[in-house]
């Protein structure tokens, strides 16, 4: 990150010196050298560390990341879980209503994975709620537990990849007798050269 003036400069943004009025181009930061960026007052910095948003409001003086409030994370993570595994469910709603209204039974394997989403939300959730600082909390949602639900049985399994196998790299032992002859080849056009 450059920095003239107390203020960061973007690269490849035009800016003015604040001090001379002089007008530098665009492309300035990335054609200058660093003595000609001196000469101005422009210094170069480390950018900041990246931190996650969602949890933290950035770094304080010292470089220690502010934490968002944990009661109100909570909330709103409860709340996101209930939508996602709403967001989840209701595509199959019409199945139920269509039991209730006249009696064609929805099939087992959909009330069973509908069951399951309503599990893995109340285990999400419950996850959520035990966390005791913003930190856990990061730690639980960012994690494959939280993230991954049943999947939908209407959907294809995935396919596995196919096993890569490796081609064989030129110098294996089974291209020796290869290697010697072209080897032998290039020895006898060099005692040509005069």
Known sequence: MFILDGKSLSPDVAFTDPQTGVQYPANFLRLSTPEEREAIGITEVPDPQPYDQRFYWGYD????LIPKDHSQLV??????????????ITPTDWMV???????VSVD???KGWREDLRLASELKISGIVTTATTEELAAFVTSPEYSSWPPDPRLPAPVPPEPVTPEPVSGD???EPQLAANLSDLE???????
């Open 61 to 64: 003086a010292d470089g220690n």
């Open 75 to 88: 909330e709103q993570w409860t709340q996101q879980t209930r939508t996602t595994a709403g967001t989840l």
């Open 97 to 103: 209503i269509r039991e209730q209204d006249n009696g």
């Open 108 to 110: 087992p394997e959909i």
């Open 173 to 175: 032992v089974s291209d």
């Open 188 to 194: 006898g056009e060099q005692s040509d050269v005069p």
